[in-house]
């Protein structure tokens, strides 16, 4: 597996490359990231997974300096997957004057997540923007468990007409359902045992759908309530259609269930697709 850092590097190894994956990461490789690159291995034969922790997508208070990294290992973990190459630019390299010029997202952008981490996807859009200027890939997968960030690559891939392909992949979970996350590490045992419930909430929502009830607005505040009884500082659980993560009108059929909210230190997301009857 090759690792390389700048740009000239990577657009000189990638030349006359016809068929190129791409899996944008921030390193910190777990079994969820691996799953991405099995897949983005089945699409295309040079497979590039991206490792850059992206200040721009980082608000105030947030954990920019202690996100972890563990560069080694996570080349170490790819490299058994059969990942063909590295690209892992520094900051100087990603932005070697400052960013000026960003990506203007649409208003959706600034609900659930932009709401309580307003300029995140900004800096999420942007950065993929340039990755994907840089490894120009024919197909990037992205994984369902951030939800509303692969709703908002879909839709800028398809406005810009990128012609890249993005492959949705399916959460992977830890034995007890818990969506596998970087951030899992900061839970205290009681915590992680206490996790679940996050997916537990939303189960409950998407069952009560499936039931025929649409009164959403009634289920997800008793969703919000349950996990604030058991200590939850809960952000959202709401009900959104799939196609755009809007509040779904009448003919929505096809829905996702969001969730996100604090447990001690530790903010947690999760969701759940669901077909309403």
């Known amino acids: 597996m090759e690792v390389i850092r700048t740009l000239a590097a990577l657009r000189g190894r990638l030349k006359g490359e016809p068929l190129v994956a791409c899996v944008p990461t921030m390193g910190n490789i777990h079994d969820g990231h691996l799953s991405l690159v099995r897949i983005a291995k089945s699409q295309a034969p040079v497979t590039i997974t991206t490792i850059f922790v992206n200040r721009l997508q980082f608000g105030q208070g947030e954990d920019f300096e202690k996100y972890p990294r563990t560069f080694e290992d996570d080349c170490a973990k790819l490299e058994a997957e059969g990942n063909t190459i590295v690209w892992a630019p520094d900051e100087k390299e990603m932005y070697p004057e400052p960013q000026t010029f960003y990506v203007d997202l649409p208003k959706v952008s600034n609900k659930l997540e932009g709401r309580f981490r307003p300029g995140h996807f900004r800096g999420m859009a942007t950065v993929v ?149």
Do not use: C
């Open 129 to 277: 923007l340039k990755l994907f200027n840089s490894v120009q890939p024919q197909v990037a997968v992205f994984g369902k468990k951030d939800y509303q960030q692969l709703a908002i690559v879909r839709q800028m891939v398809d406005q810009f007409a990128l012609p890249i392909k993005i492959f949705p992949a399916e959460t992977v979970r830890a034995e007890d359902g818990l969506a596998l996350s970087s951030r899992n590490r900061y839970l205290s045992p009681a915590e992680r045992k206490e996790a679940t419930r996050l997916r537990e909430a939303i189960i409950g929502v998407r069952d009560a759908v499936l039931g025929g009830d649409r009164n959403f607005i009634a289920m997800e505040y008793a969703a919000g309530a349950l996990l604030a009884r058991h200590g939850w500082n809960v952000d959202y659980v709401v009900v959104r259609n799939q196609r755009a993560v809007l509040r779904p009108d009448n003919t929505d059929k096809a829905l996702v269930i969001l969730g996100a909210a604090k447990l001690g230190q530790t903010r947690l997301i999760d969701n759940i697709e669901v077909q309403a009857p």
